[in-house]
T-cell receptor, first 112, second 113 residues
Framework: TQLLEQSPQFLSIQEGENLTVYCNSSSVFSSLQWYRQEPGEGPVLLVTVVTGGEVKKLKRLTFQFGDARKDSSLHITAAQPGDTGLYLCAGAGRTSYGKLTFGQGTILTVHP | ETGVTQTPRHLVMGMTNKKSLKCEQHLGHNAMYWYKQSAKKPLELMFVYNFKEQTENNSVPSRFSPECPNSSHLFLHLHTLQPEDSALYLC????????????FGQGTRLTVV
């Protein structure tokens, strides 16, 4: 069974601060996705990383896939209140077609 | 229209009721999924359909019965549910069941009383 451990579970910071969310596993994933979910809504895909060591940037968000494709991180620079939400990582195995393994999520609150 | 639409958004049902959740995707995808999201637990995959055929049943109790009449529509029929089944039920689609990116609907918040 593939598991994804996400940390921290809760993060409460002030506007302008930087933060990093981690997603770790003992399993190798063929790709890893990051989603953001707001209360009462479904998860929205932010990015997919596929290659070990890959770094992708989305404005103030930087995503990295570990060299061994077992872990990933999400770094937010100068957080804003609009970044508040639940951040989820999800991994796809090489043969687990259509079956994403999700982490427990990180609830981020950015205070003005 | 949004890519994946779920109805209803909220549902309260008694343990003896029968209800159905509906999902429709307008993305031209071939695979559709039902996920369950409970408090303090990771999203749990329930069912996977690829070209209308069920390819995965993740040990879901028979009180949940999926139906996929075509690649654009997915239903989840509910009967004799338990209070612990209260959760956010999310529908998702992907281009094919080998695709790794899922696009989610807004979910149905289900409360069983």
């Amino acid at each position: 069974t593939q598991l994804l451990e996400q940390s921290p579970q809760f993060l409460s910071i002030q506007e302008g601060e930087n933060l990093t969310v981690y997603c770790n596993s003992s399993s190798v994933f063929s790709s890893l996705q990051w989603y953001r979910q707001e209360p009462g809504e479904g998860p929205v895909l932010l990015v997919t990383v596929v290659t070990g060591g890959e770094v992708k940037k989305l404005k103030r968000l930087t995503f990295q896939f570990g060299d061994a494709r077992k872990d990933s991180s999400l770094h937010i620079t100068a957080a804003q209140p609009g970044d508040t939400g639940l951040y989820l990582c999800a991994g796809a195995g090489r043969t687990s077609y259509g079956k994403l393994t999700f982490g427990q999520g990180t609830i981020l609150t950015v205070h003005p | 229209e949004t890519g994946v639409t779920q109805t209803p958004r909220h549902l309260v049902m008694g343990m003896t009721n029968k209800k159905s959740l509906k999902c429709e995707q307008h993305l031209g995808h071939n695979a559709m999924y039902w996920y369950k999201q409970s408090a303090k637990k990771p999203l749990e995959l329930m069912f996977v359909y690829n070209f209308k055929e069920q390819t995965e049943n993740n040990s879901v109790p028979s009180r949940f019965s999926p139906e996929c009449p075509n690649s654009s529509h997915l239903f989840l029929h509910l009967h004799t549910l338990q209070p612990e089944d209260s959760a956010l039920y999310l529908c998702a689609s992907s281009q094919g069941y080998r695709a790794t990116e899922a696009f989610f609907g807004q979910g149905t918040r289900l409360t069983v009383v």
